[in-house]
C-alpha cells in the first residue's frame, strides 16, 4: 500500500498536511504522535471511512475510491479508536459480524467454521454466548480482534488498540498483534501512544507531528535519541532490551 501526499481538511485547517509512506507487506507498522497529530485521521483516510480532500491511497495497483465496499471489506480490516458497537451483542454474534461482507446476514457452515476458529484463536470460547459490554477491557478487545479475523483480510488497521487496558491486558494485546503478522500473515497498523510498544512490537514506526511525518524507518531507525528528542522536544534515553531499542523519556 503507498499513501502519498494525503491532505485533509477540517473547516480550513489542514490537519493531515502532505502525509506520504509506503507499508511494507507482512509487516507490522506503527503510527505513533501526540494527540491531535492526525493519525486517526489517515487511517481513517487509508479504510475510506473519511474523505481525503488530497492525495492517494494506492492499494493492490489501484487508487482505494476504485474499490467496491465489500471488495474493499473483504482485503482492510480496521478497529476504529471507539469502537464501541451501541447494540447487544454477544461474543458470538460481534464475531459473526465479521463475515458480512462475504455472506450478507446468512452465515454458511464455512462462515461458522471461520467465526469459530477466530473465537477459538482469541481463546474466548467460554465466553461466545457472552454480552460484549458484560466482558473486561481486555476480553472485549479480543472479541472485536476475534471479528477481524474472521474478516478473514490481508490488511488490519487497529487505531489505539491498547486504549483502556492496564500494563498487563495491553502487553497481551500488543503479543496478539504481533501474532496476527506472524501466525496469520497479515500486514497490520497500528496507532500506539506508548513509543515503547511501537518500539517492542513493530517493524517499522511512522512518527507524526502537527499533521506530517516527522520520521518514518524501522524501528531501529527512528527510535534513536538525537531522532525522537528532536521531534518531540523530550529528552529521551535510548537502551537496547533483547536487541530492541527501548526509550526513556524525562
Ligand atoms: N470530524 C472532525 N471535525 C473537525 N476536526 C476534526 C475531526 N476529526 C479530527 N479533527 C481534528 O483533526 C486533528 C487530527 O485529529 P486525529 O486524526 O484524531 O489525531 P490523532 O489520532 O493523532 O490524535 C485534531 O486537531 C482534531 O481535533
Ligand atoms: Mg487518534
Given at each position: 500500500m503507498?499513501?502519498?501526499?494525503?491532505?485533509k481538511k477540517?473547516?480550513?485547517?489542514?490537519?493531515?498536511?502532505?502525509?506520504?509512506?509506503e507499508?511494507?507487506?507482512?509487516?507490522?507498522l506503527?503510527?505513533?504522535?501526540?494527540?491531535?497529530?492526525?493519525?486517526?485521521?489517515?487511517?481513517?483516510?487509508?479504510?475510506?471511512l473519511?474523505?481525503?480532500?488530497?492525495?492517494?491511497?494506492?492499494?493492490?495497483?489501484?487508487?482505494i475510491?476504485?474499490?467496491k465496499s465489500?471488495?474493499?471489506?473483504?482485503?482492510?480490516?480496521?478497529?476504529t479508536?471507539?469502537?464501541?458497537?451501541?447494540?447487544?451483542?454477544t461474543?458470538?454474534?460481534?464475531?459473526?459480524?465479521?463475515?458480512?461482507?462475504?455472506?450478507?446476514?446468512?452465515?454458511t457452515p464455512?462462515?461458522?467454521?471461520?467465526?469459530?476458529?477466530?473465537?477459538?484463536y482469541?481463546?474466548?470460547?467460554s465466553f461466545?454466548?457472552?454480552?460484549i459490554d458484560?466482558?473486561s477491557?481486555?476480553?472485549r478487545?479480543?472479541?472485536?480482534?476475534?471479528?477481524?479475523?474472521?474478516?478473514?483480510?490481508?490488511?488490519?488497521?487497529?487505531?489505539?488498540?491498547?486504549n483502556?487496558l492496564?500494563i498487563?491486558?495491553?502487553t497481551n494485546?500488543?503479543k496478539?498483534?504481533?501474532?496476527?503478522?506472524?501466525?496469520?500473515?497479515?500486514?497490520?497498523?497500528?496507532v500506539?501512544?506508548?513509543?515503547?510498544?511501537a518500539?517492542?512490537?513493530?517493524?517499522?514506526?511512522?512518527?507524526?507531528?502537527d499533521g506530517?511525518i516527522?520520521?518514518?524507518?524501522?524501528?531501529?531507525?527512528v527510535m534513536?535519541?538525537?531522532?525522537?528528542?528532536?521531534?518531540?522536544?523530550?529528552?529521551?534515553?535510548?537502551?537496547?532490551?533483547?536487541g530492541?531499542?527501548?526509550?526513556?523519556?524525562?
Amino acid at each position: 500500500m503507498i499513501i502519498d501526499k494525503l491532505t485533509k481538511k477540517y473547516d480550513g485547517k489542514e490537519v493531515v498536511q502532505g502525509v506520504s509512506f509506503e507499508i511494507p507487506k507482512g509487516k507490522v507498522l506503527s503510527l505513533i504522535g501526540p494527540n491531535g497529530a492526525g493519525k486517526s485521521t489517515v487511517m481513517g483516510v487509508i479504510s475510506r471511512l473519511i474523505a481525503r480532500d488530497g492525495g492517494e491511497v494506492e492499494f493492490e495497483g489501484a487508487d482505494i475510491s476504485k474499490w467496491k465496499s465489500k471488495e474493499l471489506a473483504k482485503r482492510l480490516a480496521i478497529l476504529t479508536q471507539s469502537n464501541n458497537i451501541q447494540m447487544k451483542l454477544t461474543v458470538e454474534e460481534l464475531v459473526a459480524f465479521g463475515r458480512f461482507p462475504y455472506c450478507g446476514g446468512r452465515l454458511t457452515p464455512e462462515d461458522e467454521r471461520i467465526v469459530d476458529q477466530a473465537i477459538r484463536y482469541m481463546e474466548l470460547d467460554s465466553f461466545r454466548d457472552r454480552f460484549i459490554d458484560e466482558l473486561s477491557g481486555g476480553q472485549r478487545q479480543r472479541a472485536y480482534i476475534a471479528m477481524v479475523i474472521a474478516q478473514d483480510t490481508e490488511y488490519v488497521l487497529l487505531d489505539e488498540p491498547t486504549n483502556n487496558l492496564d500494563i498487563y491486558h495491553a502487553t497481551n494485546m500488543m503479543k496478539i498483534v504481533r501474532r496476527l503478522c506472524d501466525e496469520l500473515g497479515k500486514t497490520v497498523i497500528l496507532v500506539l501512544h506508548e513509543i515503547n510498544y511501537a518500539a517492542f512490537y513493530s517493524d517499522y514506526i511512522c512518527a507524526f507531528k502537527d499533521g506530517k511525518i516527522a520520521k518514518f524507518g524501522t524501528v531501529q531507525e527512528v527510535m534513536t535519541k538525537e531522532t525522537l528528542s528532536r521531534i518531540y522536544d523530550v529528552d529521551f534515553e535510548i537502551m537496547e532490551i533483547e536487541g530492541k531499542p527501548l526509550s526513556i523519556y524525562y
